[in-house]
T-cell receptor, first 115, second 112 residues
Framework: NAGVTQTPKFQVLKTGQSMTLQCAQD?????MSWYRQDPGMGLRLIHY???????DQGEVPNGYNVSRSTTEDFPLRLLSAAPSQTSVYFC??????????????FGDGTRLSIL | DAKTTQPNSMESNEEEPVHLPCNHS???????IHWYRQLPSQGPEYVIH???SNVNNRMASLAIAEDRKSSTLILHRATLRDAAVYYC?????????????FGQGTRLTINP
């Protein structure tokens, strides 16, 4: 089973460039989210979605954009990359049922460096 | 979301039990206690969750204090593969969004 797939695994960008981090899940999960993890820190929520066509901001949304046109895909766009966005990005998905018990499934991450 | 407190690091030996503590003194009656772990260079992985009663699964056991202000994740027989950062997270079972609020976690080192 594929689970949550993130591409690319590694990326180097120059300041000011834009790019899209891809996330796809094959479990028909309604809920998907993006986190970033900086060295020595826990994960921080960037954006999340509770279903196709619905997105909302998390803890650190500035500089990022998301859309959810299908249940399977939840891309994260960096509009104009800045060195402060150098981080490891994780995508996660889970069923959505209004009850906070479902475990979240995480991808293996995209390691992004902004020069 | 209510806050959790965990030791920054712990160390244990292979094939011995490991008890990872978590304090959550401001837990509400609707909060589930979730544990995730993150192996090096991987995404977080769900371990276990519980509400009031102790829970067991193939990976670990979760012991919850009677007043629910603390809990302990128990790895019964640690292996080298269990070396990871372990996160204790409170999750409101009523709120619809599945947001997880990660703290610093406990970095577990397993000695051969």
């Amino acid at each position: 089973n594929a689970g949550v797939t993130q591409t690319p695994k590694f990326q180097v960008l120059k300041t000011g460039q834009s790019m899209t981090l891809q996330c796809a899940q094959d479990m028909n999960h309604e809920y998907m989210s993006w986190y970033r993890q900086d060295p020595g820190m826990g994960l921080r929520l960037i954006h999340y979605s509770v279903g196709a066509g619905i997105t909302d901001q998390g803890e650190v949304p500035n500089g990022y954009n998301v859309s959810r046109s299908t249940t399977e895909d939840f891309p994260l766009r960096l509009l104009s990359a800045a060195p402060s966005q150098t981080s490891v990005y994780f995508c996660a998905s889970s069923p959505y049922g209004g009850v906070g018990t479902q475990p979240q499934h995480f991808g293996d991450g995209t390691r992004l460096s902004i020069l | 979301d209510a806050k959790t407190t965990q030791p920054n690091s712990m160390e244990s030996n292979e094939e011995e039990p490991v008890h990872l503590p978590c304090n959550h003194s401001t837990i509400s009656g609707t909060d589930y206690i979730h544990w995730y772990r993150q192996l090096p260079s991987q995404g977080p992985e769900y371990v276990i969750h519980g509400l009031t009663s102790n829970v067991n699964n193939r990976m670990a056991s979760l012991a919850i204090a009677e007043d629910r202000k603390s809990s302990t994740l128990i790895l019964h027989r640690a292996t080298l593969r269990d070396a990871a950062v372990y996160y204790c997270i409170l999750k409101d079972r009523i709120q619809g969004a599945q947001k997880l609020v990660f703290g610093q976690g406990t970095r577990l080192t397993i000695n051969p």
